[in-house]
């Protein structure tokens, strides 16, 4: 069967940036799962996968546009020293956590001085390609009620299924490549 709309999937994989440095990887025990079609994963490693089968195994090479976009200038930003606590020490490569619009972000650390800190919220992957080294271990029909989890899930962007909304409407499941 070919992976297609509202198929059920499972892989495992290994995800390399051009540098070669492993960022995330698939428990050799415990493929990944996802309903195709249901925005569970990078939108760049779905569409790639598109109408494979069940025993494929490759690289699968998403740009940053179909990942985690460009990195963009306008997400560093000046932050007031006086909202973080006055007792910690902050250092260039922290990472925090913003209350948004679109809920809560993290943000890197990228200078700090006497009045201000420099964070930048863009995703840590943005402006790379995504190298995925992937086999597709299997691929099936998903059950009603899965379909019905996986779009539940992603409507509702809750804490109890995804790790956080990333600003737009597609959820960080915690399962999702990093």
């Given at each position: 069967?070919?992976?297609?709309?509202?198929?059920?999937?499972?892989?495992?994989?290994?995800?390399?940036?051009?540098s070669k440095e492993e960022v995330d990887r698939s428990d050799?025990?415990?493929?990944?799962?996802?309903?195709?079609?249901?925005?569970?994963?990078?939108?760049?490693?779905?569409?790639?996968?598109?109408?494979?089968?069940?025993?494929?195994?490759?690289?699968?090479?998403?740009?940053?546009?179909?990942?985690?976009?460009?990195?963009?200038?306008?997400?560093?930003?000046?932050?007031?020293?006086?909202?973080?606590?006055?007792?910690?020490?902050?250092?260039?490569?922290?990472?925090?956590?913003?209350?948004?619009?679109?809920?809560?972000?993290?943000?890197?650390?990228?200078?700090?001085?006497?009045?201000?800190?420099?964070?930048?919220?863009?995703?840590?992957?943005?402006?790379?390609?995504?190298n995925f080294e992937v086999e597709v271990v299997s691929v099936?029909?998903?059950?009603?009620?899965?379909?019905?989890?996986?779009?539940?899930?992603?409507?509702?962007?809750?804490?109890?299924?995804?790790?956080?909304?990333?600003?737009?409407?597609?959820?960080?499941?915690?399962?999702?490549?990093?």
């Amino acid at each position: 069967m070919k992976i297609r709309e509202k198929s059920f999937v499972e892989i495992q994989y290994v995800l390399t940036l051009d540098s070669k440095e492993e960022v995330d990887r698939s428990d050799p025990n415990k493929p990944l799962s996802f309903i195709f079609g249901t925005n569970q994963i990078v939108p760049g490693l779905e569409k790639k996968l598109e109408g494979m089968e069940s025993g494929y195994k490759g690289t699968l090479v998403v740009a940053p546009e179909e990942a985690y976009g460009e990195h963009n200038p306008d997400l560093i930003r000046e932050l007031p020293r006086q909202n973080f606590p006055d007792d910690m020490e902050i250092q260039s490569g922290m990472v925090f956590q913003a209350n948004t619009p679109h809920g809560l972000t993290n943000f890197m650390i990228q200078e700090v001085s006497d009045d201000t800190i420099k964070g930048d919220f863009n995703h840590p992957l943005a402006g790379q390609n995504l190298n995925f080294e992937v086999e597709v271990v299997s691929v099936r029909d998903a059950t009603e009620e899965e379909i019905t989890a996986a779009t539940a899930c992603h409507s509702e962007c809750s804490p109890s299924c995804c790790s956080g909304c990333e600003g737009e409407s597609t959820c960080d499941d915690s399962k999702k490549p990093k």
